[in-house]
T-cell receptor
Framework: GNSVTQMEGPVTLSEEAFLTINCTYTATGYPSLFWYVQYPGEGLQLLLKATKADDKGSNKGFEATYRKETTSFHLEKGSVQVSDSAVYFCALARDSNYQLIWGAGTKLIIKP | KAGVTQTPRYLIKTRGQQVTLSCSPISGHRSVSWYQQTPGQGLQFLFEYFSETQRNKGNFPGRFSGRQFSNSRSEMNVSTLELGDSALYLC???????????FGSGTQLSVL
């Protein structure tokens, strides 16, 4: 079946460090892939997405590349800030009207 | 444009009671989906409604039910509450497809 696996958290980094949060997926066909972010006390917001192999999604300095050969969609940021502290969710959609399948979420803590 | 509005923000109930949560989607959005978020289980999909019809359903017992009205507003009901139902319940809305979800801030339900 379809599934998403994320690296366990929490991930703790110092400000300006390089960030990678790993995400791998299992799915039939060619799903769309997403990263959502949840700031404390809020609902989730779409951070970026990619709809086909080799696409790169990017937003707010974050990037993720859809790698079909490794079934991965790792989230990266070159220099994190304290304000990036949040929970990050990787998700996939099998097709446009199918419910998203979510990873467990990775809590990111950035220390000043 | 107003965002997704969930009411109430906090709710305290006792075991055996029933509860109704409300979600008002972004104007023009016809899809509303519901999620349960707990520290142990993460984000779990409950169900999704599109134009008043349940389109997708997760693996929750029949005590969890929902409906959608003609104005796209949705309600979720949980009957015979159990301690394990304590969670943050998130609602999300989207347009024609589920490829970008807009989340509300959630209803925090505590069952005592």
């Amino acid at each position: 079946g379809n599934s998403v696996t994320q690296m366990e958290g929490p991930v703790t980094l110092s400000e300006e460090a390089f960030l990678t949060i790993n995400c791998t997926y299992t799915a039939t066909g060619y799903p769309s892939l997403f990263w959502y972010v949840q700031y404390p006390g809020e609902g989730l917001q779409l951070l970026l997405k990619a709809t086909k192999a080799d696409d790169k999604g990017s937003n707010k300095g974050f990037e993720a590349t859809y790698r079909k050969e490794t079934t991965s969609f790792h989230l990266e940021k070159g220099s994190v800030q304290v304000s990036d502290s949040a929970v990050y969710f990787c998700a996939l959609a099998r097709d446009s009207n199918y419910q998203l399948i979510w990873g467990a979420g990775t809590k990111l803590i950035i220390k000043p | 444009k107003a965002g997704v509005t969930q009411t109430p923000r906090y709710l305290i109930k006792t075991r055996g009671q029933q509860v109704t949560l409300s979600c008002s989607p972004i104007s023009g959005h016809r899809s509303v989906s519901w999620y349960q978020q707990t520290p142990g289980q993460g984000l779990q999909f409950l169900f999704e409604y599109f134009s008043e019809t349940q389109r997708n359903k997760g693996n929750f017992p029949g005590r969890f039910s929902g409906r959608q009205f003609s104005n796209s507003r949705s309600e979720m009901n949980v009957s015979t509450l159990e301690l394990g139902d304590s969670a943050l319940y998130l609602c999300a809305s989207s347009g024609q497809t589920n490829e970008k979800l807009f989340f509300g801030s959630g209803t925090q339900l505590s069952v005592l």
